[in-house]
């Protein structure tokens, strides 16, 4: 008797550009899941590979390549992992022909069939933190800095609503490029609007290279941040000296203490050993991608969740779980900076 095909995944994630500071992580992740799930019976009774694609937000051949491999039956599922300026694209090019697991941190509402987004949405991240902030620090004027693309604007439109609920006003909001690196301007904006809190939407590299020029202008001595989309990469690169009043709202960090993170910690550095990439939000949530692919693959319906089932739940190592409809449960958490890692505050 033949035996099955394997089950071929499509793994977009960014090699390059601001971005490209996630790949390795993700990379290391995704290859950890496959490797769990090709030592039990893979998905739906299939071993599992993956065919990695580049989706840095400047690559120009994703869509070809996209409908290329989904064309010829090459793939039967992609996991993204990457800005959702580039999932957009890819929706655009090959939506709905097979699933299509997206993975990290986004503006929410995505409802596209046989699209499911696992990640936090920014109504989960940013209305708690925001409050806790308020309540805390308490902040009165807040500007909003971030890359031009959707994630940013449909956060920054959301985020004027939560800063008011906490008694505060956002005064202001700035967008650059993806990939811009020269941040003196934003910063005099900073310094003349009299800001006493920035809400810090930018991805990769980015991140990092505004984060390192506001420390160095001394601005963390009166301003504080705060960033859904930061991670231990762009932590390390920022520097401990540039770091200070630094938080981040997400649903994963390296230092969670919890059993779940700590046992897939092991297996992590287990399987690759000490010179493996390090753990972040990103990383872990392609891990998140596969294991949810392979719990998907074993449902009777397309949208798990729905018509009364209870939600999908699939290895993680934060306890997520699918409702259906776009809607994933997940704790989050609030971190602040501390050194070159985050000391998790509280579960928001």
């Known amino acids: 008797m033949r035996p099955p095909r394997e089950l071929n995944i499509a793994l977009c994630v960014p090699l390059g550009g601001s971005a490209g500071i996630w790949g390795p992580s993700a990379l290391a992740s995704a290859k950890l899941a496959v490797a769990e ?37 090459d793939v039967d599922a992609i996991i993204g992992m990457h800005t959702s300026a580039v999932r957009q694209r890819i929706l655009r090019a090959v939506g709905g022909q097979i699933p299509f697991i997206y993975t990290p941190l986004y503006e929410g509402g995505e409802s596209t069939p046989d699209v499911f987004a696992i990640g936090e949405t920014t109504a989960g991240q940013l209305r708690p933190a925001i409050g806790w902030l308020g309540q805390h620090r308490k902040p009165k004027r807040w500007l909003a800095i971030g890359n031009d693309y959707v994630w940013p604007r449909v956060s920054h439109r959301m985020a004027r609503q939560y800063i008011a609920e906490s008694g505060a006003e956002l005064i202001g909001e700035r967008y650059v490029p993806v990939g811009t690196s020269d941040y003196a301007e934003m910063l005099d904006a900073i310094r003349n609007s009299r800001a006493d809190a920035v809400l810090v939407s930018l991805v990769g590299q980015d991140a990092v290279d505004f984060n390192r020029a506001f420390g160095c202008n001394g601005l963390s001595r009166s301003v504080l941040r705060l960033s859904c989309a930061i991670g231990e990469n762009e932590l390390l690169g920022i520097g401990a000296e540039n770091a200070e009043d630094l938080y981040v709202a997400a649903g994963y960090f390296a230092t969670l203490d919890t059993d779940a993170n700590l046992a897939f910690k092991e297996r992590y550095h287990t399987h690759f050993g000490e010179r493996a990439p390090t753990l972040n939000t990103f990383g872990q949530s392609t891990y998140e991608g596969l294991h949810f692919l392979a719990a998907l693959f074993g449902q009777a319906t397309p949208d798990p969740g729905t018509r009364g089932q209870a939600p999908l739940a699939y290895l993680s190592a934060r306890g997520s779980a699918y409702a259906g409809r776009g809607v994933n449960h997940m704790p989050i958490y609030l971190a602040h900076s501390e050194g070159n890692v985050f000391k998790v505050i509280t579960r928001l």
Not at 38 to 48: E, H, M
């Open 37 to 73: 799930l090709n030592k039990g019976s893979g998905i739906a009774g299939k071993s599992c590979q993956l065919l990695t694609v580049n989706a840095a937000d400047d690559s120009v051949d994703i869509e070809a390549t996209l409908i290329g491999l989904v064309q010829s039956g």
